[in-house]
């Protein structure tokens, strides 16, 4: 499952820390121009937070969100969330907070289409609103079509509902993207991590309460697959002791725990990468730093296995990740990475680059605009312009609200690749089978000219019979026909091909190569698997999610 997932940004008590901290000596590469640039007015604290990766607007391209939490366009520090269109930047949504010191803004997340109008939505988090008490917080959530409000709701007293929002993928099933939220001062500190369904705003799992001190949820990822089961796992943070945290992994489905990390002194950014060894189970990743180092590391989704450390001496002093999607036409995912260096009192370096998820070659890297005590943000962005390769959404602003503020800015840029990338996405959703099973479409290799690629069907009834449909894109509901919850996503007027599963559920292709064909660049082919599953319905066939393999040079 290709994970898209947003990072934590760095707020104003954090900020203040840059000032205390060594030059960072990694000797990146300069700024290029980027796709676009939103310049903000005077102490608006652009850069509060910002997520990418959904299309807002409806034009087939994903768009941005961006909070500003000290915003005062609409009253005195009533903050404002911008939609821009990913393309251009031009405004698509402005709304506001509805009082002082609110916050709103303070975190954003896009969701996805939750009310079926083929628009995304986009959730707020206003962690100072006092409606509930004082710093009791406020979640709202607004229509991607029309800015309308869909869903509002107040936190208790002091425990600032809306700190941290993350879009956690469609984990119940329903077809309705779904919500998890970080609230690391309920309960005095203690914290709270809840999996919200799209559908009803009820949770999905009894929600994870920390221990006094633990400020769980502080930092929190979504939306991927770590488990292999085709449901969207998460990742929280929680404080163990004043030198020792532990980063938790938890299974979509049960809520079961996958496994932890640590310690992890002072969490700072995770994120979903995406499947990179293409074995069914996304690898994760997460930022974190000691009193004297900073590191960024990967792990291995189906072992926990360290994939990639970085450290930097004396120390790195504050470093952001993000699952950005393919970014090099390699079809595998990378991570992106924004890092601030040579902190003072009178700025800071922040650069962004990324990680190649093939090998961890760094790509190029870019100079932000600078402010004094940096608040940042950096995000996906999604292939915003459709040339085939992911951007990245970054901001810089303004932390600490007792100085004077520049008006902070926000990019979104690419990484200056070219050509035409083969790519594989996942489409649609797979329908349960009568174990609970969720078959998966996937594939190794790459779709270019002149290369193999095997495709595989992972989660079917271990020794069933499966068909593979290579077909044209579509999408067809299937449950007027018997197969309840199903979706044809390939039509089967073109290649198909029968395949038995194996012991474990799998079956697979074998090496098939894309011909030579430079007519063929840029073609869409769509992939599914139709397996036998006698119990499941009344035809006893399922259907597993779609896959679109776009091929490249």
């Known amino acids: 499952m290709l994970s898209l997932s947003k990072s934590r940004r760095i707020d104003g008590p954090l900020a203040l820390r840059l000032g205390l901290l060594l030059p960072l000596l990694c000797g990146l590469g300069r700024a290029q121009t980027p796709l676009w640039t939103l310049s903000g007015t005077t102490n608006e604290r652009l850069a509060s937070d910002a997520d990418g990766g959904f299309d807002v607007d409806g034009d087939g391209l994903p768009d941005v969100v961006a909070g500003s939490s000290n915003s005062s366009i609409a009253g005195t520090t009533f903050g404002t969330v911008r939609v821009l269109k990913g393309s251009t930047g031009a405004l698509i949504h402005i709304v506001h907070g509805a009082s002082t010191g609110c916050g709103f803004g303070a975190s954003v997340a896009l969701l996805g289409d939750i009310n079926g109008d083929g628009r995304a939505e986009f959730a707020v988090g206003s962690p100072t609103d006092a409606v509930g008490g004082v710093n009791a917080g406020a979640l709202y959530v607004y229509s991607g079509l029309d800015a309308s409000l869909l869903y509002a709701r ?10 941290e929002l993350s879009a956690a993928g469609d984990v119940d099933l329903d077809g309705i993207p779904d919500l998890l939220l970080g609230i690391p001062n309920a309960g005095g500190g203690a914290g709270r991590v809840e999996l919200l369904s799209g559908a009803s705003w009820a949770s999905i799992l009894p929600a994870f309460v920390g221990a006094s001190g633990a400020e769980l949820g502080r930092v929190i990822a979504a939306g991927g697959d770590i488990d292999g089961d085709g449901v969207p796992d998460f990742i929280f943070y929680r404080k163990l002791t004043s030198t020792t945290g532990q980063m938790a ?52 989704g189906a072992s926990g296995a360290t994939l990639f450390v970085r450290s930097v001496l004396p120390t790195d002093p504050i470093a952001l990740i993000a699952g950005l999607g393919d970014v090099n036409g390699d079809c595998i995912p990378d991570l992106g990475a924004m890092i601030l260096s040579q902190p003072s009192l009178s700025g800071a370096v922040v650069t962004a680059t990324a990680f190649s998820g093939s090998d961890f070659a760094q790509l190029p890297a870019y100079v932000l605009p600078n402010s004094i005590h940096p608040l940042v943000a950096y995000s996906r962005a999604g292939d915003v312009d459709g040339d085939g390769y992911a951007e990245f959404v ?17 990019r979104v840029q690419d990484f200056g690749f070219s050509g035409t990338p083969p790519r594989i996405r996942n489409v649609g959703a797979a329908c349960p089978g009568s174990a609970g099973n969720l078959a998966l479409a996937a594939a190794l290799g790459c779709p270019k000219l002149g290369q193999s690629l095997t495709l595989l069907c992972r989660n079917a009834l271990p020794g069933a019979s499966t068909v593979l449909n290579l077909g044209a894109p579509t999408s067809v509901a299937l449950s007027p026909f018997g197969l309840t919850g199903c979706w044809l996503s390939a039509t089967t007027d073109g290649f198909n091909l029968f395949l038995p599963a194996d012991g474990s559920g799998t079956a697979s292709s074998g090496p098939l190569t894309v011909p030579v064909d430079p007519s063929a660049l840029g073609a869409t082919l769509a992939v599914q698997f139709v397996c036998v599953d006698p119990s499941a319905n009344a035809v006893g066939l399922v259907t597993s999610r779609g896959l679109e393999l776009v091929i490249g040079s």
């Open 249 to 300: 992994l938890h299974s979509g489905r049960s809520g079961a725990l996958i496994r932890t990390h640590g310690p992890a002194y002072y969490a700072l950014s995770a994120c979903i990468l995406g499947d990179l060894d293409q074995d069914g189970r996304d690898e994760y990743a997460y930022t974190r730093q000691t009193l004297t180092l900073g590191y960024i590391e990967a792990f291995d």
């Open 394 to 410: 970054a901001a810089s602003g303004q932390g600490v609200l007792s100085l004077p503020s520049p008006p902070g800015h926000l």
């Open 154 to 163: 107040q936190g208790a007293a002091g425990e600032r509902l809306g700190t």
